[in-house]
């Protein structure tokens, strides 16, 4: 949990693998399927350290799945924690603009969607007709129809995410820099080079001017054959 201005919301850390020129995916925006089987290992032991896993839609439209745990020893600290077996997966999308077929909605995991009031409305409308569904809707609109960011991360810690883990997209993360809302980066640099301009790397958005860059501290670095795993914070003054 972190407490910013007296207002407690989840601890936030982001997970994701990068090409060694800094993608996160390749130009066609493919599901990235290029990081070892350490690193999946490594994202699913820091899935199953959360409440929740949040990320954007276009990362689910990409893989049409998410990944829950499956490893019996992180399931079985899982419940020694007295937690549920799987994290709740949240999926954030100003449209709602999803495809109720897509299969993770036959997979066996808590899902929530975090959208606009005119988000909810379209996805109930989808609903009627179709077979997907979420098991809670969570609202938090701005004046301007995005997300609320701040009312949205303290409602889900009132609803007992205390530890968030975000799994991208570039865009995703953007918007929680930009909200002040990440608290550590674990980053999996990959030997392979996707380059193109338009491939996403990390931090889509708007960017920031060197001068207002957010400033990370490293906690470690490790090395695993051919992968380098580096684990940032935040700097807060
Ligand atoms: N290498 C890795 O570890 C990794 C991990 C995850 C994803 N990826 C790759 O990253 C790519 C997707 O990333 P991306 O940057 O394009 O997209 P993204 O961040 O996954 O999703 C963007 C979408 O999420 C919703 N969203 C995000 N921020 C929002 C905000 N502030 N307000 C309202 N809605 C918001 C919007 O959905 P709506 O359009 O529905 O409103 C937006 O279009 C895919 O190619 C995927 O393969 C790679």
Redesign the pocket.
């Known amino acids: 949990m972190y407490r910013h201005s007296a207002t407690p919301r989840p601890y936030t850390t982001v997970?994701?693998?990068?090409?060694t020129d800094g993608?996160?995916?390749?130009v066609?925006?493919?599901?990235?399927r290029?990081?070892s089987k350490s690193d999946r290992t490594h994202?699913e032991t820091q899935i199953a350290l959360a409440d929740g896993v949040l990320?954007?839609?276009?990362?689910?439209?990409?893989?049409g799945t998410t990944l829950g745990i499956s490893n019996p020893q992180l399931l079985q600290l899982r419940q020694q924690g007295g937690v549920p077996p799987q994290p709740i997966q949240i999926?954030?999308?100003?449209?709602?603009?999803?495809d109720p077929q897509m299969r993770f909605f036959c997979q066996q995991v808590p899902r929530w969607l975090?959208?606009?009031t005119a988000?909810a409305t379209h996805w109930q409308k989808e609903q009627a007709s179709d077979a997907g569904s979420f098991d809670r809707i969570l609202v938090a609109d701005t004046s301007t129809g995005?997300?609320d960011?701040n009312h949205a991360f303290q409602e889900l810690f009132q609803l007992g995410v205390g530890r968030l883990a975000i799994?991208?997209?570039?865009?995703?993360?953007?918007?929680?820099l930009?909200?002040d809302l990440i608290d550590e980066f674990w980053l999996?640099v990959?030997p392979l080079i996707l380059g193109g301009r338009t491939?996403?790397?990390?931090v889509?958005g708007e960017g920031f001017l060197s001068t207002l860059a957010r400033s990370l501290e490293l906690l470690s670095v490790q090395t695993i054959e051919q992968e380098v795993f580096l684990h940032y914070r935040l700097q807060r003054s």
């Open positions: 997970v994701l693998a990068m090409s993608k996160i995916a390749d066609a925006r493919s599901p990235a290029f990081s994202l990320f954007g839609a276009s990362t689910l439209r990409a893989y999926v954030c999308s100003g449209s709602a603009n999803l975090l959208t606009t988000g995005g997300i960011w799994l991208g997209g570039g865009e995703l993360v953007a918007a929680l930009a909200a999996t990959c491939a996403p790397t990390p889509e």
